[in-house]
């Protein structure tokens, strides 16, 4: 089987389009086109209904698809032990991540390890709990970073870093005091929350039922960042782990409630990966390192909270 055609034929299938793969790949849509006629002819078969908006897969397209993205991690892997020879440290990580940890933790660890391992590439992208899991099941990324893992057959965690669930007002807002609340007091003010595919809306909807709490976000988004600052324009209630509002909560600009809600402390950073498949030296060395930084991490976070609840929680110290 030639491994280019493989190659042309699943990037077709990540995009549902030969135009749009053309121009991933920097490759002319009718070489690309051949290529694939040319890998139905030798497998017998139709793998692409092509389309005036596009392709999509036979049943025979989507089994390749499957065998198809193993085939190309293998050979990603063999790319990779080749590299090893000429460095122990050279190749391209690809890092699948929930968007709380891309604002501190990653770019920081990403750029310690950098500045010893210049020749390792990464490519990150910032996905849902629910679809890094996806990403890492389908070999499309190396490693992941996820918040509340369920259990999927297919993914193995390495490593966890402990992050509660916190609710964070402006410092304006009645609750910046450090009041005592239970969550149903609290989600009686305006709040925010992320759509249903993040570990966040799903644990605080799963937990308001079990305490017959009404959840009613004047705010839903796919962006973390976006609820982060409509809440200080807005004195609403946004739910982050501290990672995601690091900055906010060391200027000021965000406080802790004191939120009486255990169902919130047991709550982890996972690293995980895909089960059974073999990672690239320079992707294992990644793995190790950032799996040493969660002890450091795990204590700024702590310091940063403590501060802030003795900086604004003024009705504990009256």
């Given amino acids: 089987m030639n491994m280019n055609a493989l190659r042309y034929f699943l990037e077709v299938a990540k995009c549902k389009s030969i135009r749009r793969a053309s121009e991933r790949l920097h490759v002319a849509a009718s070489a690309i086109s051949r290529q694939i006629s040319a890998l139905e002819h030798e497998l017998g078969c139709t793998l692409l209904e092509r389309r005036s908006d596009g392709v999509s897969l036979t049943e025979a397209g989507e089994r390749l698809k499957t065998h198809g993205m193993k085939i190309d991690a293998q050979v990603q892997?063999?790319?990779?032990?080749?590299?090893?020879?000429?460095?122990?440290?050279?190749?391209?990580?690809?890092?699948?991540?929930?968007?709380?940890?891309?604002?501190?933790?990653?770019?920081?660890?990403?750029?310690?390890?950098?500045?010893?391992?210049?020749?390792?590439?990464?490519?990150?992208?910032?996905?849902?709990?629910?679809?890094?899991?996806?990403?890492?099941?389908?070999?499309?990324?190396?490693?992941?970073?996820?918040?509340?893992?369920?259990?999927?057959?297919?993914?193995?965690?390495?490593?966890?870093?402990?992050?509660?669930?916190?609710?964070?007002?402006?410092?304006?807002?009645?609750?910046?005091?450090?009041?005592?609340?239970?969550?149903?007091?609290?989600?009686?003010?305006?709040?925010?929350?992320?759509?249903?595919?993040?570990?966040?809306?799903?644990?605080?909807?799963?937990?308001?039922?079990?305490?017959?709490?009404?959840?009613?976000?004047?705010?839903?988004?796919?962006?973390?960042?976006?609820?982060?600052?409509?809440?200080?324009?807005?004195?609403?209630?946004?739910?982050?782990p501290v990672q995601a509002v690091y900055s906010e909560v060391l200027q000021g600009t965000l406080v802790p409630v004191n939120l009486d809600c255990p169902a919130f402390d047991n709550r982890n950073l996972s690293l995980a990966a895909r089960r059974s498949r073999s990672l690239s030296p320079a992707a294992v060395s990644f793995s190790n390192f950032a799996q040493e930084q969660f002890g450091t991490w795990q204590d700024l976070d702590l310091t940063a909270i403590s501060a802030a609840r003795s900086r604004w929680w003024t009705a504990l110290q009256n």
């Fill in 77 to 240: 892997l063999v790319k990779s032990d080749i590299d090893q020879l000429r460095s122990l440290h050279r190749g391209t990580i690809k890092i699948g991540s929930v968007e709380g940890v891309t604002e501190n933790f990653l770019p920081k660890t990403l750029t310690e390890f950098s500045a010893r391992f210049p020749e390792v590439h990464f490519e990150v992208t910032v996905l849902s709990r629910d679809e890094v899991i996806n990403a890492l099941d389908r070999y499309e990324c190396d490693i992941g970073f996820v918040y509340d893992y369920i259990h999927h057959h297919a993914v193995e965690v390495l490593s966890n870093y402990q992050q509660p669930l916190h609710a964070f007002v402006p410092p304006d807002h009645a609750l910046a005091h450090g009041e005592r609340v239970t969550l149903a007091e609290l989600l009686a003010f305006d709040h925010l929350l992320p759509d249903s595919s993040f570990g966040i809306n799903q644990l605080v909807t799963r937990t308001a039922k079990k305490a017959k709490a009404w959840v009613a976000p004047r705010m839903i988004s796919n962006q973390l960042h976006f609820l982060r600052n409509y809440a200080q324009l807005n004195g609403a209630v946004v739910f982050m």
